[in-house]
């Protein structure tokens, strides 16, 4: 199966830039879409097919692919962004959806 | 507005199935795949399969193969997730998800639904 990894956290100040990768081998053949989900809430789409925001998402949320990572950029962080957020693709050999590890953004 | 409302939770002995209920309202039901994912607590996002509600055709990931049945009724527009054979592992909240824009295979999940939480416990 098709793996992909984030890193279990990343920490950053109010006001700076997140940055959350998700590596998978040639990933950036693939469309990546990114979830965030806070405590005891359901996941919410934030970024689809690499660099797309879903309607009422902020601009401060952006996305890249390339090689062997993707990428989220969160800029401008603010308080009520803290949360995990987990990338997702699809294989089309397997048919299978996967999701990454997640990764918990701890504004500090 | 579309949205999944999911039945209520669950507390279920060992051995036992599940089957968690999912009514999708506001949009085209058969133009939108819907996906299974649970969570485990403390845990990541697990995928558990995918059903095509206009035909009925689903897809299952090996780990649950045997196990799991997704279906449909499209007359009330609900969808239905069955786990059989249940273990403490598998004491999680279940999600539906909708895909964004259609039946598209590798589409992002556009809407989920709010959860339901299954206990698993002798």
């Known amino acids: 199966s098709y793996v992909v990894t984030q890193p279990p956290s990343v920490s950053v100040a109010p006001g700076q830039t997140a940055t959350i990768t998700c590596g998978g081998n040639?990933?950036?053949?693939?469309?990546v879409h990114w979830n965030q989900q806070k405590p005891g809430q359901a996941p919410v789409l934030v970024v689809y097919?690499?660099?797309d925001r879903p309607s009422g998402i902020p601009e401060r949320f952006s996305g890249s692919n390339s090689g062997n990572t993707a990428t989220l950029t969160i800029s401008r962080v603010e308080a009520g962004d803290e949360a995990d957020y987990y990338c997702?693709?699809?294989?089309?050999?397997?048919?299978?959806?996967?999701f990454g590890g997640g990764t918990k953004l701890t504004v500090l | 507005q579309v949205q999944l409302v999911q039945s209520g939770a669950e507390v279920k002995k060992p051995g036992a199935s599940v089957k968690v209920s999912c009514k999708a309202s506001?949009?085209?039901?058969?133009?939108?795949?819907i996906n299974w994912v649970r969570q485990a607590p403390g845990q990541g996002l697990e995928w558990m399969g995918r059903?095509?509600?206009?035909?009925?055709?689903?897809n299952y990931p090996q780990k649950f193969q045997g196990r799991v049945t997704m279906s449909r009724d499209t007359f009330i527009t609900t969808t239905y997730m069955e786990l059989r054979g249940l273990t403490s592992d598998d004491t999680a909240v279940y999600y539906c998800?909708?895909?964004?824009?259609?039946?598209?295979?590798?589409?992002?999940?556009?809407?989920w639904g709010q959860g339901t939480m299954v206990t698993v416990s002798s």
């Open positions: 998800a909708k895909t964004l824009r259609g039946d598209y295979l590798d589409d992002a999940f556009g809407i």
């Open positions: 506001g949009d085209t039901f058969s133009e939108y795949y």
């Open positions: 059903i095509n509600p206009n035909s009925g055709d689903t």
């Open positions: 040639n990933i950036g053949r693939k469309s």
């Open positions: 097919d690499d660099d």
């Open positions: 997702q693709v699809y294989t089309s050999e397997t048919d299978h959806v996967g």
